[in-house]
């Protein structure tokens, strides 16, 4: 009987033995932040179709990722310019979520309004801002602060108006300044870290939506704002708008810290998605196109180098260290990829072919340990199976689109 017992325990052993992840590096970025105050530190949040969202945290600028822990809900994150392990996380509703432990473990606070654009003030420790808008019979642009990083809040109204803000950007330069933009083409500003606002909206056209918003890291009157007809510039904070030609519907623009007469910005014009400017956003020049396309939380600055870019994509985390000439995969550790399909052939055991959802099909040769993706060949996006047959210069594939 004792050795039936053992036998048992040894079969159950190996039923549950750990599953080790072997790749492909990567997943759907949902949410990347950058930590102002240590450029090699990133907090990357991955779409799951779990109710626990997984959160990946770099101190190496990418070389290697870790899981730390998992979020609820995503609408954009932030990292305290004072404190990295500090992160701030808006879900778009009426929470924001706010880790002390660099992503590990989280806590809610609850806003008197929905909110999805998020800040810190980069001057003071610990106030944190956000922004959205009531909504009752209408919505009312709103306006909350924390100054206790985020374990309690006060909102009030912008003004008693139409429409909902939809980002925000606190000035690095000039102290108590921030901007915010949204419907009917508004861009607000106050110089009272919120207290009280004052229209700013002059050549913009009311058709239009604010969609981003960045404030110069060396000309305090310098502002870009992105909406759906182009790109908004001022140089006197505001008081007045110019219009660029391109890009169109920018869903993000970020001005370099490193040196400010950069920036970078994700918008829709044509085949180019992502745009960067030389000359503090008076001209904007295609960048090359990141695969598959940003999200639309789009390309982020490095604080450390002025021709450094940051993008969260469909298939992980993309990064420039040439402004936007070439882009590199920084995936390492990342395992939160939706695999559509997996094939094996009989005759090798060593070749290994899936499907990433949203992505394209990968190919291992060495059952794993490295993966190279396939040349994109479907008309119609995710498959659903992979046939392989033995052919005499390799394996051929025959892929199953969704739509037959």
């Not at 009312?140 to 139409?162: E, K, L, N, R």
């Not at 419907?183 to 607000?188: H, L, N, P, R, W």
């Not at 340990?369 to 994109?376: I, N």
Request: net charge negative.
């Amino acid at each position: 009987m004792l050795r039936a017992i053992m036998i048992l325990s040894a079969v159950v052993a190996t039923v549950v033995a750990a599953w080790v992840p072997i790749g492909p590096d990567g997943g759907n970025v949902m949410a990347l932040a950058i930590a102002p105050s240590q450029p090699t530190t990133l907090v990357s949040v991955l779409y799951s179709n779990d109710t626990v969202l997984p959160v990946y945290r770099t101190t190496d600028a990418g070389a290697a990722w870790q899981r730390v822990g998992g979020v609820s809900r995503i609408a954009a994150v932030v990292i305290d310019p004072f404190d990295p392990m500090t992160l701030y996380c808006s879900d778009g509703g009426s929470s924001v979520q706010r880790s002390t432990d660099g992503g590990a473990t989280w806590q809610d606070g609850f806003l008197p309004f929905s909110a999805s654009a998020i800040g810190c003030d980069p001057f003071v420790s610990g106030r944190v801002y956000i922004a959205g808008a009531y909504y009752d019979s209408i919505g009312i642009p709103a306006f909350g602060v924390s100054t206790d990083h985020g374990a309690t809040w006060d909102g009030w109204p912008v003004v008693q108006d139409t429409g909902s803000i939809m980002t925000l950007d606190a000035s690095p330069v000039d102290s108590g300044v921030i901007y915010v933009g949204g419907e009917y083409g508004s861009v607000y500003r106050s110089t009272d870290c919120g207290l009280t606002w004052e229209l700013r909206s002059s050549g913009l056209s009311y058709d239009d939506i604010v969609l981003s918003i960045s404030a110069s890291h060396g000309d305090p009157g310098v502002v870009c704002a992105g909406g759906i007809y182009g790109m908004y510039r001022t140089t006197d904070a505001g008081t007045n708008w110019t219009l660029a030609s391109t890009p169109r519907f920018v869903m993000s623009v970020d001005f370099s810290p490193a040196e400010p007469n950069k920036g970078y910005a994700y918008g829709y014009d044509t085949a180019n998605v992502c745009f960067s400017t030389i000359d503090a956003g008076v001209t904007w020049q295609p960048m090359a196109p990141v695969s598959p396309s940003a999200r639309f939380g789009g390309l982020i600055a490095d604080p450390g180098l002025g021709d450094g870019t940051w993008c969260p994509t469909a298939a992980g985390v993309m990064r420039s260290t040439d402004r936007g000439g070439h882009w590199n995969s920084v995936n390492a550790g990342i395992y939160s990829a939706d695999i559509s399909t997996i094939s094996v052939p009989r005759w090798d055991r060593e070749h290994v072919y899936l499907e990433v959802a949203g992505v394209g099909v990968y190919k291992s040769l060495d059952a794993g340990q490295t993966w190279e993706k396939c040349a994109d060949f479907l008309s119609c996006g995710n498959i659903c199976g992979i046939g392989l047959a033995e052919g005499e210069d390799g394996d051929l594939l025959y892929a199953l689109e969704g739509a037959g």
